[in-house]
C-alpha cells in the first residue's frame, strides 16, 4: 500500500519579476521546491521545519491543493490534491498561526456552526465531535464569546477546534503555538498528542519552535532551498546539526568561569551568572549534578537550540548565497 | 517633530508611487467618467447657454478639473480611512494612540504625501486629454496656476479633515462601512462633482456653497476658471481654511474623545 | 480541470451540481456577515436610513437639470427616469450580490484568499458573499422608485410585450452588471493593481445609462453596444418601450437581445474567472 501523503520529486517554480532600473523588468525563475520527494505513512506526525523561504508553504499549499505543481508526483489518500482541491477539502484540516479562520465579530459557535453546513458534517457526528473539542481544548465557555474578544491562546484552540469538527484524516498546522504563553503552547501539544493517539490523525507540523517538534513529532523533515535536507528523527538531526544546548546557572557569587565539567564548553559569564554548551544530543541532569557537585549553585535553567541555528550549522555553506524570499 | 511628520509625508507620497499599475488604471477611469460627463454637460448647455454663469468651456474645464481633483482632494474617499478604520476595528489603534506622535498629524503627513502624488501621477493625465479633446481654455499665467494649486492644497486639507472625522466615527460605531458610503454619496453630490455648485438652485444652492465640500472642487474650480478677482479670492481661501480649522478641530476633539473611551476599556 | 472526477464525486456523495452549491455558499457566507453587522444593531440602523437617503442625491442632481432645461438630449424628464431607474435598479442588484468582488485584490494580497479555496466550497460564490451587506438595498429601492415615478409620468402605449419586456430588462440588466464584475474580479487574479478599471465599466456604465444615448459620441454609443455590450442592460430595451429608434445602425430586433447577451456575458465571466482561479494556483500570487 502506498504511504497516506506521497511526493515524488515535487517541484513548483515560480517566475519573479523585478523591476530593474525604470521601466525594464527583469524576469527570473525560482524553484522554491526543488525536487521533494518523501512519503508520511497513515497516523504519522512529522515536523517539517526549515527556514523562512525554504519552500515549506508552498509545499503545503500544492499538498492543500491550493497549488498546482510544476513538475513530480503528488497523492495526499491517493487523490491528486490539485485536481480535486474541494473533494479533498472535506478529508484535511488546515490551521494557520497567523491567521485565524473564524468569524471575527461573531461568538464563537457560529463559526463552527458554519463549518458544520459547509463541510455537510453528518449531525450526530458534528454534535461529538464539538463536544470532544471542547471538553478537551476548554472551549466551554468560550463558544458565546465573540472571536475578537479571544485571546490569543484561546483563539488558537477554537481554530484547531474548527479544523477538525469535519474528522480530517490528516491535518496540516502552520506555527500552531507562534506567539502562545507556555500554558497556551502546551495545552495545545497535549491536544495535538491526544488526537494522534486516539483518533489516528496524520499531522504535518511546520514550526519554528523546537520544542513543539521535540514533544510531539517521531520524525522531523528540514527543508532549505526547496530541497529535502534532512528526514529521521529529532536526535539524529541534532547530531548531524552539531547543535548544542545551553544551560545557563546561577552561582552564589562572581567566580571564574566553569571549565572542569565533561561535556560542557564555558560560553561566557555576566557577573554570577554563567552559560555552559553541552551537544543537544546528551542529557543534561549529568551535567547537572556534576556543576552543583562543585560548584554553589542557587538556579538553573536550560535553553533549546534553535531551529535556525541548527540549520545554519548543519548547512554553514550554502547559507550565504543571495536568494529570494519566498512567501 | 516636524523632520518626523517630513519623513512621513514622503512614506505617504512613495507608498502610492509604488502602485504604477494602480495608477494608470485610476487615470483610465478618471478619464472615462471625464467622458461620459462632458457628454451630458455639452447637452445641458446646449439646452441652456451660460447656465449658473459658466460658459460651455468653463462647464468642460470644470468636468476635467474634477476629474483630476477626485483623489487628490478625496472627493470620493480620502484613501486613508478604510485603513484607519481597520485599525480601529481591529484595536490595533491603541499602539497607534499610545505612540509618541500624535493620530492627526500622522496621518495628516500621510495624507499629505498620498495627495501630493496624486496630484502629479492622476491628476495631470485627465487634464491633460481633457484639454486636448475639448480645448478648453488653461489659467492665463504662472500666477494663476499658483492660485489654483493653493486653492487645491487647501481643499486637499478640508478633504483629509472630512475624512478624518468619518473615520473617527468607528470608535463608536465599530462598522465603518456605512458611514464611509454616506458620507461618500454626500460628498459626491455637495462637491459639485456630478453638477457645479453654481447651477444648483435656490436655498439649495446657497446652502451647498456654504457646505466644506464646496471647498474640495468648486471653490478649486472656480478659482482656475479666473471667477474671482481682488479680494474675492482671499475671501475663497478663508472660506476653504475656516472649514479646515473648524473641521481639523472637530477631528482632534473626536480623537480625544476616543482615547479617553479606549484608555477607559483598556485597548 | 478534472471535471468529470470531480461530477462523478458530486453524485457519489449526492449533492447538487456546481451553481446549486454555489448558491447554497452564498446564503451560507451572506447570512454570517449579516450576522456579523447585526451585532453591531445601531450602527446597522443609522448607516441602513442614512445610505437609503443619501442614495437619493445621485437622482437629485438629474432633478436639478431639468430644473434649468426641459428636455437632455431630446428626451422629457419621464423618459430619461425610466432610463435612471432601469439602469439603476439593475446596477443596484447586480452591487448587492457582487459587489464585493471589487475588493478581491485585497484577499489576494494578504492571503486570505487561500482559506477560501482550503474550503469545499465554490470560490466564486466564497467571494462574491464576503462582506455582504444588506445597506447596499438601498440602492435598489431608490433605483426602483425612479423606476416607478418614470413609468407613471411617461408616455408609453403599452402593449403586453413592453410590459414584459421591462422587467426582463431589468433582470437580465443585473446579470449583465454581475457579469462585468466577474469579469473584472478575474483580472485581479494578474492585475491586482488595477482593479480600479472595473469601476468604470460598472459605475462609469451605470452613469452612462442613465442619460439619453443621443448626447453621447456615435463611437462611445458603438462602443457599448458591441465591445462591452452594457447598452443590453437598460438603454436598447428601454428605447423601444419609449418607442424610440434604436441608435444608429443597431437593428431593431437587438431590443429583445438581452437575455442573449447576459448569457454570453456569463459564459464569458465563467471562462475568465476558471481561468483566473488557473492562473493564481500556478503562479500563487
Given at each position: 500500500m502506498p504511504p497516506f501523503i506521497e511526493l515524488d520529486a515535487l517541484e513548483k517554480t515560480f517566475t519573479v519579476r523585478r523591476r530593474a532600473g525604470l521601466l525594464r523588468r527583469e524576469k527570473r525563475e525560482v524553484r522554491a521546491v526543488d525536487g521533494i520527494s518523501f512519503g508520511v505513512e497513515k497516523g504519522e506526525m512529522v515536523g517539517y521545519i526549515g527556514p523562512n523561504g525554504a519552500g515549506k508553504s508552498t509545499t503545503i499549499k500544492m499538498l492543500t491543493g491550493i497549488l498546482t505543481p510544476s513538475g513530480g508526483r503528488l497523492r495526499v489518500a491517493g487523490v491528486d490534491p490539485a485536481r480535486e482541491r474541494t473533494r479533498l477539502a472535506r478529508r484535511i484540516g488546515v490551521v494557520f498561526g497567523q491567521r485565524t479562520t473564524l468569524w471575527w465579530d461573531l461568538p464563537l459557535k457560529d463559526s463552527y456552526r458554519l463549518a458544520h453546513r459547509m463541510y455537510r458534517i453528518p449531525d450526530d457526528r458534528y454534535e461529538r465531535n464539538l463536544a470532544r473539542c471542547v471538553d478537551l481544548l476548554d472551549l466551554g465557555e468560550l463558544l458565546d464569546v465573540p472571536v475578537r474578544q479571544l485571546s490569543l491562546g484561546q483563539r488558537m484552540r477554537g481554530d484547531i477546534a474548527a479544523a477538525l469538527l469535519h474528522d480530517p484524516e490528516v491535518l496540516y498546522l502552520d506555527e500552531p503555538t507562534i506567539g502562545l504563553d507556555v500554558v497556551s503552547k502546551a495545552r495545545v501539544r497535549d491536544f495535538l498528542r491526544e488526537l494522534?493517539?486516539?483518533?489516528?490523525?496524520?499531522?504535518?507540523?511546520?514550526?519554528?519552535?523546537?520544542?513543539?517538534?521535540?514533544?510531539?513529532?517521531?520524525?522531523?523533515?528540514?527543508?532549505?532551498?526547496?530541497?529535502?535536507?534532512?528526514?529521521?528523527?529529532?536526535?539524529?538531526?541534532?547530531?548531524?546539526?552539531?547543535?548544542?544546548?545551553?544551560?545557563?546557572?546561577?552561582?552564589?557569587?562572581?567566580?571564574?568561569?566553569?571549565t572542569d565539567v565533561p561535556g560542557a564548553r564555558f560560553v561566557r559569564a555576566e557577573g554570577?551568572?554563567?552559560?555552559?554548551?553541552?551537544?543537544?544530543?546528551?542529557?543534561?541532569?549529568?551535567?547537572?549534578?556534576?556543576?552543583?557537585?562543585?560548584?554553589?549553585?542557587?538556579d538553573l535553567s536550560v535553553r533549546e537550540p534553535d531551529i535556525e541555528a541548527v540549520i545554519a550549522k548543519m548547512y554553514g555553506g550554502t547559507r550565504d548565497e543571495r536568494r529570494e524570499s519566498l512567501m | 517633530m516636524l523632520r518626523l511628520y517630513a519623513m512621513v509625508a514622503a512614506?505617504?507620497?512613495?507608498?502610492?508611487?509604488?502602485?504604477?499599475?494602480?495608477?494608470?488604471?485610476?487615470?483610465?477611469?478618471?478619464?472615462?467618467?471625464?467622458?461620459?460627463?462632458?457628454?451630458?454637460?455639452?447637452?445641458?448647455?446646449?439646452?441652456?447657454?451660460?447656465?449658473?454663469?459658466?460658459?460651455m468651456d468653463d462647464a468642460l474645464a470644470y468636468v476635467w478639473i474634477g476629474q483630476a481633483l477626485i483623489t487628490v482632494c478625496g472627493l470620493m474617499g480620502g484613501g486613508f480611512e478604510d485603513e484607519l478604520i481597520e485599525r480601529i476595528r481591529t484595536g490595533d489603534i491603541a499602539v497607534d494612540l499610545y505612540r509618541p506622535a500624535d493620530l492627526q498629524a500622522?496621518?495628516?503627513?500621510?495624507?499629505?504625501?498620498?495627495?501630493?502624488?496624486?496630484?502629479?501621477?492622476?491628476g495631470v493625465a485627465p487634464m491633460a486629454v481633457g484639454a486636448l479633446v475639448f480645448d478648453f481654455a488653461l489659467p492665463p499665467g504662472p500666477g494663476a496656476w499658483l492660485a489654483f494649486l493653493l486653492a487645491v492644497?487647501?481643499?486637499?486639507?478640508?478633504?483629509?479633515?472630512i475624512w478624518y472625522l468619518v473615520a473617527m466615527s468607528a470608535f463608536w460605531l465599530l462598522d465603518g462601512q456605512g458611514v464611509v458610503q454616506a458620507a461618500?454619496?454626500?460628498?459626491?453630490f455637495f462637491s459639485g462633482m456630478l453638477l457645479p455648485l453654481n447651477v444648483f438652485p435656490g436655498t439649495l444652492g446657497e446652502l451647498a456653497r456654504l457646505l466644506p465640500w464646496a471647498s474640495l472642487l468648486q471653490v478649486p474650480a472656480d478659482v482656475y476658471l479666473g471667477k474671482y478677482e481682488g479680494w474675492e479670492l482671499a475671501g475663497a481661501y478663508g472660506f476653504q481654511g475656516c472649514w479646515a480649522l473648524v473641521l481639523l478641530g472637530a477631528g482632534r476633539a473626536a480623537q480625544a474623545a476616543a482615547t479617553r473611551k479606549v484608555v477607559v476599556q483598556g485597548g | 480541470m478534472g471535471r468529470s472526477p470531480a461530477a462523478d464525486s458530486r453524485r457519489a456523495y449526492g449533492e447538487?451540481?456546481?451553481?446549486?452549491?454555489?448558491?447554497?455558499?452564498?446564503?451560507?457566507?451572506?447570512?454570517?456577515?449579516?450576522?456579523?453587522?447585526?451585532?453591531?444593531?445601531?450602527?446597522?440602523?443609522?448607516?441602513?436610513?442614512?445610505?437609503?437617503?443619501?442614495?437619493?442625491?445621485?437622482?437629485?442632481?438629474?432633478?436639478?437639470?431639468?430644473?434649468?432645461?426641459?428636455?437632455?438630449?431630446?428626451?422629457?424628464?419621464?423618459?430619461?427616469?425610466?432610463?435612471?431607474?432601469?439602469?439603476?435598479?439593475?446596477?443596484?442588484?447586480?452591487?448587492?450580490?457582487?459587489?464585493?468582488?471589487?475588493?478581491?485584490?485585497?484577499?489576494?494580497?494578504?492571503?486570505?484568499?487561500?482559506?477560501?479555496?482550503?474550503?469545499?466550497?465554490?470560490?466564486?460564490?466564497?467571494?462574491?458573499?464576503?462582506?455582504?451587506?444588506?445597506?447596499?438595498?438601498?440602492?435598489?429601492?431608490?433605483?426602483?422608485?425612479?423606476?416607478?415615478?418614470?413609468?407613471?409620468?411617461?408616455?408609453?402605449?403599452?402593449t403586453p410585450l413592453k410590459a414584459l419586456l421591462l422587467p426582463v430588462t431589468v433582470a437580465c440588466g443585473a446579470v449583465i452588471f454581475?457579469?462585468?464584475?466577474?469579469?473584472?474580479?478575474?483580472?485581479?487574479?494578474?492585475?491586482?493593481?488595477?482593479?480600479?478599471?472595473?469601476?468604470?465599466?460598472?459605475?462609469?456604465?451605470?452613469?452612462?445609462?442613465?442619460?439619453?444615448?443621443?448626447?453621447?459620441?456615435?463611437?462611445?454609443?458603438?462602443?457599448?453596444?458591441?465591445?462591452?455590450?452594457?447598452?443590453?442592460?437598460?438603454?436598447?430595451?428601454?428605447?423601444?418601450?419609449?418607442?424610440?429608434?434604436?441608435?444608429a445602425g443597431v437593428p431593431g430586433w437587438a431590443a429583445f437581445a438581452s437575455p442573449l447577451v447576459a448569457a454570453v456575458c456569463c459564459g464569458a465571466a465563467g471562462l475568465a474567472w476558471r481561468a483566473g482561479i488557473r492562473s493564481y494556483r500556478s503562479t500563487g500570487s
Open positions: 494522534n493517539a486516539t483518533r489516528g490523525t496524520t499531522v504535518l507540523l511546520t514550526t519554528h519552535d523546537l520544542t513543539d517538534i521535540e514533544q510531539l513529532c517521531s520524525r522531523v523533515m528540514v527543508i532549505d532551498h526547496g530541497r529535502l535536507m534532512y528526514d529521521g528523527d529529532l536526535a539524529g538531526l541534532h547530531a548531524v546539526g552539531e547543535s548544542e544546548r545551553l544551560l545557563m546557572v546561577d552561582l552564589e557569587r562572581e567566580l571564574p568561569p566553569i554570577p551568572r554563567q552559560w555552559l554548551a553541552f551537544p543537544a544530543t546528551t542529557s543534561a541532569a549529568p551535567l547537572v549534578a556534576a556543576v552543583a557537585a562543585r560548584h554553589p549553585l542557587l | 512614506g505617504g507620497f512613495r507608498r502610492f508611487a509604488a502602485y504604477r499599475v494602480a495608477t494608470a488604471a485610476g487615470v483610465f477611469t478618471n478619464t472615462v467618467f471625464g467622458f461620459v460627463l462632458s457628454a451630458t454637460y455639452i447637452a445641458l448647455w446646449n439646452e441652456r447657454p451660460r447656465l449658473g454663469g459658466y460658459s500622522w496621518w495628516f503627513s500621510a495624507n499629505a504625501g498620498r495627495s501630493a502624488y496624486q496630484l502629479l501621477g492622476r492644497a487647501l481643499g486637499s486639507v478640508v478633504g483629509f479633515a461618500w454619496l454626500a460628498g459626491l | 447538487p451540481g456546481l451553481l446549486g452549491d454555489s448558491w447554497r455558499t452564498y446564503r451560507m457566507v451572506a447570512g454570517m456577515w449579516i450576522r456579523s453587522t447585526m451585532t453591531y444593531r445601531s450602527s446597522f440602523a443609522l448607516t441602513l436610513a442614512t445610505s437609503f437617503c443619501v442614495t437619493f442625491f445621485d437622482f437629485v442632481v438629474i432633478l436639478l437639470m431639468f430644473g434649468q432645461v426641459r428636455g437632455l438630449g431630446g428626451f422629457s424628464f419621464a423618459e430619461v427616469a425610466l432610463l435612471y431607474g432601469t439602469a439603476g435598479t439593475s446596477f443596484g442588484i447586480a452591487d448587492l450580490t457582487m459587489g464585493s468582488l471589487q475588493k478581491m485584490g485585497k484577499r489576494i494580497r494578504d492571503g486570505s484568499l487561500d482559506t477560501f479555496l482550503m474550503r469545499p466550497a465554490p470560490l466564486l460564490a466564497q467571494v462574491a458573499a464576503d462582506k455582504f451587506a444588506l445597506r447596499r438595498f438601498g440602492r435598489i429601492a431608490q433605483g426602483l422608485m425612479v423606476l416607478v415615478w418614470g413609468l407613471l409620468l411617461v408616455d408609453v402605449a403599452w454581475g457579469a462585468v464584475m466577474v469579469l473584472g474580479a478575474s483580472t485581479q487574479f494578474w492585475l491586482q493593481d488595477a482593479a480600479e478599471v472595473t469601476n468604470s465599466f460598472t459605475y462609469g456604465g451605470n452613469t452612462l445609462l442613465q442619460y439619453p444615448p443621443t448626447i453621447f459620441a456615435q463611437e462611445l454609443v458603438r462602443g457599448v453596444v458591441y465591445v462591452v455590450p452594457l447598452a443590453f442592460v437598460s438603454w436598447l430595451p428601454a428605447l423601444y418601450v419609449l418607442g424610440r429608434p434604436a441608435p
